[in-house]
């Protein structure tokens, strides 16, 4: 398992060893494809979610200058989205939509994590 999703499994289970929650479970899954966006679902009623800004720039590969272009995650701007502004609103249906496409790369694309 990566690194980071290692990560992601202690945090939620630590949240459940020192009590903080009732119950948690987490599973990881790879889509094999590179993120370009961020998004955060929330008990299904909120998103947060932010396109990553691509750059240019020059890395030390082989022994000599590479350009590649890099997708930053870091500096991806996070706008928020709730179903409680309304289920026909703009900002609710965001939330139901980006449910349906996770739920869809979930089950047929995404693969687990060992």
């Known amino acids: 398992?990566?690194?980071?999703a290692q990560a992601i499994v202690d945090s939620?289970?630590?949240l459940r060893d020192l009590g903080l929650v009732a119950s948690a479970s987490v599973e990881v899954r790879i889509s094999g494809e590179p993120p370009r966006f961020k998004l955060y679902?929330?008990?299904?009623?909120e998103a947060f979610f932010g396109f990553y800004p691509v750059t240019e720039h020059t890395v030390?590969?082989?022994?000599?200058?590479?350009?590649?272009?890099?997708?930053m995650g870091k500096d991806a701007e996070l706008f928020?989205?709730?179903?409680?502004?309304?289920?026909?609103s703009t900002?609710?249906?965001l939330v139901q939509h980006?449910?349906?496409w996770f739920d869809s790369v979930w089950s047929t694309v995404g693969r687990p994590v060992s």
Not at 1 to 4: A, E, L, N
Not at 41 to 45: A, D, M, R, V
Request: glycine share 16%.
């Open 60 to 71: 030390a590969l082989g022994g000599g200058p590479l350009p590649m272009f890099d997708l």
């Open 1 to 4: 398992m990566s690194r980071h």
């Open 41 to 45: 679902i929330i008990n299904g009623e």
């Open 91 to 93: 900002s609710g249906q």
């Open 80 to 88: 928020h989205f709730a179903v409680s502004d309304g289920e026909d």
């Open 12 to 14: 939620v289970h630590e």
């Open 98 to 100: 980006s449910r349906a």
